[in-house]
């Protein structure tokens, strides 16, 4: 079973407008990260936050790990119509396995 | 810098045919993975390699799926015979052995099952 779940499934917004996307996991983890996935394409790798991290930041991208809660967000900051893509999150266990949530669609709409 | 290739692209078949898919990592990237990933779910991965050696294929159905790197470099997934099930985009990647966290994907490879 897939080991992050992630809300929402699909969010739609306006240019301009903040996104919100949050993953939940299972286990504990070494450490999280963030992919996006254009339609028809490969994963690319956003942004990774270590398990002793609870925020970090990239560009547009803000991530939080709050592991208590076992939870991560990702927050895209003046979203663009060329974020709409799905994303998802990714968790690193012991060893070198990555799994994958079911991922957030998200629309940007011009 | 070249990326991770993958080919075909596209493949459709009719279910208990055969179909192999074939992946080149990016160079000096001596960890290789397959994933699959189902529509609408996220990449499962299916079986990890380092340099020819398999390190992880604990969710590889290998009654009907197998993978090789001979040579440590490219790599083959085979599906034989195919199931109706079996339709999902296959998506390889690559990473340094002392990055695993850090995997870069191929363009990846849909399979349809008829």
């Known amino acids: 079973s897939q080991q992050g779940e992630e809300d929402p499934q699909a969010l739609s917004i306006q240019e301009g407008e903040n996104a919100t996307m949050n993953c939940s996991y299972k286990?504990?983890?070494?450490?999280l990260q963030w992919y996006r996935q254009n339609s028809g394409r490969g994963l690319v790798h956003l942004i990774l936050?270590?398990?002793?991290?609870r925020e970090k930041h990239s560009g547009r991208l803000r991530v939080t790990l709050d592991t208590s809660k076992k939870s991560s967000s990702l927050l895209i900051t003046a979203s663009r119509a060329a974020d709409t893509a799905s994303y998802f999150c990714?968790?690193?266990?012991?060893?070198?396995?990555?799994?994958f949530g079911a991922g957030t669609i998200l629309r940007v709409k011009s | 810098e070249a990326g991770v290739a993958q080919s075909p692209r596209y493949k459709i078949i009719e279910k208990r045919q055969s179909v192999a898919f074939w992946c080149n990592p990016i160079?000096?990237?001596?960890?290789l993975y397959w994933y699959q990933q189902i529509l609408g779910q996220g990449p499962k991965l299916l079986i990890q390699?380092?340099?020819?050696?398999?390190?992880?294929d604990s969710q590889l159905p290998k009654d009907r799926f197998s993978a090789e790197r001979l040579k440590g470099v490219d790599s083959t997934l085979k599906i034989q015979p195919a199931k109706l099930e079996d339709s999902a985009v296959y998506l390889c990647?690559?990473?340094?052995?002392?990055?695993?966290?850090?995997?870069?994907f191929g363009p990846g490879t849909r399979l349809t099952v008829l």
């Open positions: 990714a968790s690193r266990m012991g060893g070198n396995k990555l799994v």
């Open positions: 160079s000096g990237h001596a960890t």
């Open positions: 990647a690559s990473s340094f052995v002392a990055k695993p966290s850090e995997q870069f």
């Open positions: 390699f380092q340099n020819n050696g398999v390190v992880d």
């Open positions: 936050i270590r398990s002793n991290e």
């Open positions: 286990t504990s983890i070494n450490n």
